[in-house]
């Protein structure tokens, strides 16, 4: 069974200041990964995937991540937060099943605030 | 190009009752996908529907059932409600088949049960 581990539960960083967020997963073949980003009260909106192919993927907002399989990491960066990124992010993989991707296992989160 | 919808945003019930969400997937997808999103946690996989069908269900009781209609819209139905249910139940949709997809989610619907 796959698994996430997201192991920063509270991160702060002032804006202007780069961010990384760390995610680990646990998965027995190549994964579908996932960040999602979900602001108070909200559903979860897709920040960036990857499938396959180039490891550095590029999402929504300026945020990136690198999948690195001897690390079993997925971690996701920007390079200068605003203060409009204060939110929980999700890291999340899914599983390849017969059907493409069948279901997805979150990590418990990370909230983010950026102060002044 | 509307997104997923569900409804209602917020319901409140008491212990024992049932209750019946709903969602409606974005335009052009026919898998539907719920989750359960308890405070503070990440969302738990509760099933999936795919032509009418559940295809997998993640580790939930019974109580938890749903369907899938024609048009691809889905609802979750809960039975016998206990105060552990309180969440943000999400409903993701997919392009399915047998291809890589992206599931997206609606804005959830907040269960309070009392």
């Known amino acids: 069974a796959q698994s996430v581990t997201q192991p920063d539960i509270h991160i702060t960083v002032s804006e202007g200041a780069s961010l990384e967020l760390r995610c680990n997963y646990s998965?027995?073949?190549?994964?579908?990964l996932f960040w999602y980003v979900q602001s108070p009260g909200q559903g979860l909106q897709l920040l960036l995937k990857y499938f396959s192919g180039d490891t550095l993927v590029q999402g929504i907002k300026g945020f990136e991540a690198e999948f690195k399989r001897s690390q079993s990491s997925f971690n996701l960066r920007k390079p200068s937060v605003h203060w409009s990124d204060a939110a929980e992010y999700f890291c999340a993989v899914g599983a390849r099943g017969n059907f493409g991707n069948e279901k997805l296992t979150f990590g418990t989160g990370t909230r983010l605030t950026i102060i002044p | 190009d509307a997104g997923v919808t569900q409804s209602p945003t917020h319901l409140i019930k008491t212990r024992g009752q049932q209750v019946t969400l709903r969602c409606s997937p974005k335009s052009g997808h026919d898998t539907v996908s719920w989750y359960q999103q308890a405070l503070g946690q990440g969302p738990q996989f509760i099933f999936q529907y795919y032509e009418e069908e559940e295809r997998q269900r993640g580790n939930f009781p019974d109580r938890f059932s749903g369907h899938q209609f024609p048009n691809y819209s889905s609802e979750l139905n809960v039975n016998a409600l206990l105060l552990g249910d309180s969440a943000l139940y999400l409903c993701?949709?997919?392009?399915?088949?047998?291809?890589?997809?992206?599931?997206?989610f609606g804005p959830g619907t907040r269960l309070t049960v009392l």
């Open positions: 993701a949709s997919s392009p399915g088949g047998l291809s890589t997809d992206t599931q997206y």
């Open positions: 998965y027995g073949a190549t994964p579908y």
